[in-house]
């Protein structure tokens, strides 16, 4: 089993949708997961980064932790077609090293 | 304030050779840390930097070495090329060492091997 399991997508939604975004992961001791957005030819941008369980948001983004169920989320709200992109997520999994979703491909169609 | 800079952004080699590839980190990081990416195998941890000290390992050949510098910027070198080594190559770095220090990444070196 992967340490961090992410649906590759794409997922395609119209302009103003609210997008969900899931990864689940294997152990429980995990604490640090973040969220990460990638466009075509440029580095993982940080989008989110949360601590333990419960939620955070920041403008139309919101990142949920569920430690019961070791289910992450995001949640994009009013979406964009400037959201178009590669979101992966990524959980600090030991000794710094951060294990990455595959990543799901986002297209917001106008 | 800068971000992380990866030079150069794209490079071709060929089988056997070797290549270096630079990162500067955000003015105040202290921390480097690289990683791997492929259509196939997505992000991978490579190594990450503290205090010039390699701190933490991937699961990686030992083709694939690194270094910091005091002032905090890095290399990556890659010996004996091989096909399978064609990936873009990304450079984080944060300001703690400790797992509440997110990562923050360059845009990559895009490395080709023929």
């Known amino acids: 089993q992967k340490e961090v399991e992410q649906d590759p997508g794409p997922l395609s939604v119209p302009e103003g949708a609210i997008v969900s975004l899931n990864c689940t992961y294997s152990n429980s001791a995990f604490q640090y997961f973040m969220w990460y957005r990638q466009y075509s030819r440029k580095g993982p941008e940080l989008l989110m980064y949360?601590?333990?369980?419960g939620n955070k948001e920041d403008g139309r983004f919101t990142a949920q932790v569920d430690k019961s169920s070791k289910y992450i989320s995001l949640f994009i709200r009013d979406s964009q077609p400037s959201d178009s992109a590669t979101y992966l997520c990524?959980?600090?999994?030991?000794?710094?090293?951060?294990?990455f979703g595959s990543g799901t491909r986002l297209q917001v169609q106008p | 304030k800068a971000g992380v800079t990866q030079t150069p952004r794209y490079l071709i080699k060929t089988r056997g050779q070797q290549v270096t590839l630079s990162c500067s980190p955000i003015s105040g990081h202290r921390s480097v840390s690289w990683y791997q990416q492929t259509p196939g195998q997505g992000l991978q941890f490579l190594f990450e930097y503290f205090s010039e000290t390699q701190r933490n390992k991937g699961n990686f050949p030992g083709r694939f070495s690194g270094r910091q510098f005091s002032n905090s910027r890095s290399e990556m070198n890659v010996s004996t090329l091989e096909l399978g080594d064609s990936a873009l190559y990304l450079c984080?770095?944060?300001f703690g060492q400790g797992e509440s220090s997110p990562l923050h990444f360059g845009n990559g070196t895009r490395l080709t091997v023929t």
């Open positions: 949360t601590y333990s369980s």
């Open positions: 984080a770095s944060s």
């Open positions: 990524a959980i600090y999994t030991g000794r710094r090293a951060l294990t």
